[in-house]
């Protein structure tokens, strides 16, 4: 999912933690934010200091789905928190009860004016793998878990256990790989991106182009091959080409956003598969076997392929932690096969 993560101070002029994955395993750099800001190559996540967030756990009904969730967990909680829920950003992950977390929307805001990342996690859910007791990050202590917290060493009950810098690094991306941290940037905060070339992109630029104009689209193993992704095309320019008269031009994303129906934004296409791109990247044993977009639901409707019944919660856990809803139809055993259709829908947070 990333290769770089930059674990924030609570002090702005602290000291800064930049951990990032090589062939040989991990190495960290310290310094302060202005030097190295500039090492960040995308993607790459944030860890914020825990003082800034609130994890809590939330019984949700089990029908409820999509901006209900939220709704659901701002009343449960609201009277234990001293502030306006309206000025809360609300992450729900999955599970019974479900892992929450609220951050204030102006500290959002103001991460973001200065930074870019793919993700942002609080610090104590993202060194998980650290339970055991309090560790000491930087200028304060973390109790890490994901209904954990962290605190100012002042009022701290004990300094900490002190990991070195690798360790840390390790924990961390075990933690993000896993896809079960809560990635705050989501919702109303989720990054703005575009499908990078590649056999994924083409499928993508297919897909909504097939989407948009309602013909729908089969994309058959999308996982495995170049051929295939230019088969898909392929089929795309066809349908194009019968739909409107005209040779297919080379940028069928542009030439969807521009046929596309008014009240319809493509661009909220590419942000589904975006997601759901980067949430199998993490299962490679998944595959697509067919591929939809809902122009009314703005949702992926999906049929997938499995290793077996528990890849479909692992595959849920991974888009739920990027702040996405991704709700299953059940799996079941055909020809040796193990198939399970399924929903992609946005606006998991808030």
């Not at 791109?277 to 977009?293: C, G, K, N």
């Not at 888009?319 to 096969?337: D, I, K, L, P, Y």
Request: net charge negative; aromatic share 6%.
């Amino acid at each position: 999912m990333t290769d770089m993560v930059l674990i924030l101070p609570d002090d702005p002029n602290g000291e800064t933690l930049l951990a990032r994955r090589t062939r040989d395993g991990t190495e960290t750099v310290r310094g302060d934010i202005e030097t190295l800001s500039p090492m960040l190559r995308a993607p790459y996540a944030i860890v914020l200091p825990g003082q800034h967030v609130r994890a809590f756990l939330t019984d949700l009904p089990e029908k409820i789905r999509g901006p209900e969730r939220v709704s659901v967990a701002r009343f449960a909680h609201e009277d234990r928190l001293a502030t306006d829920l309206d000025d809360l950003h609300i992450v729900i992950g999955s599970g019974d009860p479900a892992p929450t977390v609220m951050i204030a929307r102006r500290v959002m805001a103001a991460l973001l004016e200065r930074f870019d990342p793919h993700f942002i996690y609080a610090d104590f859910d993202a060194l998980s793998g650290l339970a055991g007791g309090p560790v000491r990050l930087l200028d304060r202590v973390v109790t890490p878990g994901p209904q954990g917290d962290a605190v100012d060493p002042d009022w701290a009950e004990t300094s900490g256990a002190v990991y070195d810098d690798e360790t840390v690094a390790r924990a961390l991306f075990d933690r993000i790989d896993s896809g079960v941290a809560l990635n705050l940037r989501s919702g109303a905060y989720r990054r703005r991106t575009q499908i990078q070339a590649g056999p994924w992109a083409r499928v993508a630029a297919a897909a909504l182009v097939c989407g948009l104009l309602g013909l729908g689209l089969s994309v058959a193993n999308t996982r495995a091959t170049q051929a295939q992704a230019d088969a898909v095309q392929d089929k795309a320019r066809t349908l194009y080409t019968q739909v409107t008269g005209q040779a297919a031009p080379d940028n069928l994303a542009r030439a969807a956003r521009q046929m596309g129906p008014s009240d319809t934004d493509p661009a909220a296409f590419l942000a589904l598969s975006d997601t759901l791109f980067t949430a199998m990247a993490a299962h490679p044993d998944i595959t697509v076997e067919r591929l939809s977009y809902e122009l009314r639901e703005n949702s992926l409707r999906l049929r997938l392929i499995y290793p077996g019944f528990e890849a479909a919660g692992a595959l849920e856990r991974t888009v739920a932690a990027s702040g996405a809803s991704f709700v299953t139809g059940g799996v079941r055993e055909q020809n040796g096969r193990f198939i399970g259709d399924a929903s992609l829908s946005l606006g998991g947070g808030s």
